[in-house]
């Protein structure tokens, strides 16, 4: 099979009727060959192609070389970036910002990062200013690529994730940083291909009072002597079910005022951990309703084993 015959199949059906004609080992064997070749993509055209050898890896198997996904998404101010994640969400090879010219995209020689991989040992992380230095010049000839496509057969990943807001006051780092630890956990220690497929993720935004605001669950709670910015919200804001690039997703924020702290750290993690439970079980409610077929209590039971020795 001609590796390139893979570029003009759109649909995944097709692809991988078309994969599964010849020999699997020979074909995922030149399908790890042309992604090595991709991954410091140069232009778009390159980065799409990567994308559809990814997918095709998908199909075949990844076989001894780590498996990978490669996405397209937007930054807040409307710009295109890339990137290639393990199962984990551990970045590898390039990451990449892009720029519209035309009708068409270019990458950005300023927002490029060269991430380590094991399959590539030798190879040295390089930040922005070391790869622009390594890589002065970006392809910007017109592949007449209008699109940057992103993976449509992504690696099951854990559908519990955590984001937090960039400031916070210096109180909550102790639990920010068990945090983190419960995040990694989570990531590596559910099972996400026994739950189903018909959810993506439920994201879970921490915003932590800070410098510039103060977070109260009730007006009550507000003292009369406070001054300085303050909002009311609630300890737990539940997001909506919606679609979003194909996959059913929803994000609640949690909001941690100053008072939080007030507690031991085991305590801190014992109420999140509450919390993370009345999550999982409020997604099952949603996800019941709407008919969306998800092992919940598998997920809840998996979540709760984990903070259970958190």
């Given amino acids: 099979m001609a590796v390139d015959d893979i570029f003009a199949i759109n649909g995944l059906t097709k692809l991988e009727a078309h994969l599964r004609k010849g020999n699997l080992d020979r074909t995922r064997a030149a399908l790890q060959r042309k992604l090595f070749a991709l991954v410091e993509y140069r232009n778009a055209r390159d980065w799409n192609q990567l994308v559809r050898v990814c997918e095709a890896l998908a199909i075949v198997g990844w076989g001894d070389v780590e498996p990978i996904d490669a996405r397209a998404e937007k930054w807040l101010n409307g710009a295109f970036y890339t990137e290639l994640q393990n199962l984990y969400f551990e970045k590898r090879f390039l990451s990449a910002g892009w720029k519209k010219k035309g009708g068409t995209f270019v990458l950005d020689e300023a927002s490029r990062f060269y991430h380590a991989s094991p399959e590539r040992a030798a190879h040295a992380e390089m930040d922005t200013n070391v790869y622009a230095r390594a890589h002065p010049e970006v392809d910007v000839k017109d592949y007449r690529v209008a699109r940057l496509a992103t993976q449509r057969n992504p690696l099951p990943k854990n559908p519990v994730r955590f984001v937090r807001s960039g400031n916070f006051f210096p109180i909550f780092e102790p639990f920010i940083a068990e945090l983190e630890t419960l995040r990694a956990r989570i ?101 019941k309703k709407k008919k969306v077929k998800l092992d919940v209590a598998a997920l809840l039971g998996d979540v709760r084993k984990i903070t259970d020795t958190w």
């Fill in 187 to 287: 990531d590596r220690e559910t099972r996400p291909s026994e739950y189903g497929t018909g959810f993506g993720y439920m994201g879970i935004r921490c915003d932590f009072a800070n410098e510039f605001a103060e977070y109260f669950h009730d007006v009550a709670d507000v003292p009369k002597s406070f001054k300085g910015s303050s909002f009311v919200r609630p300890r737990i804001a539940f997001g909506r079910l919606a679609k979003k690039q194909g996959e059913l997703r929803i994000v609640n924020v949690r909001h941690f005022p100053s008072e939080f702290t007030e507690q031991s750290l085991a305590r801190q993690k014992k109420v999140f951990s509450q919390d993370l439970a009345e999550m999982v079980t409020d997604l099952g409610s949603r996800l």
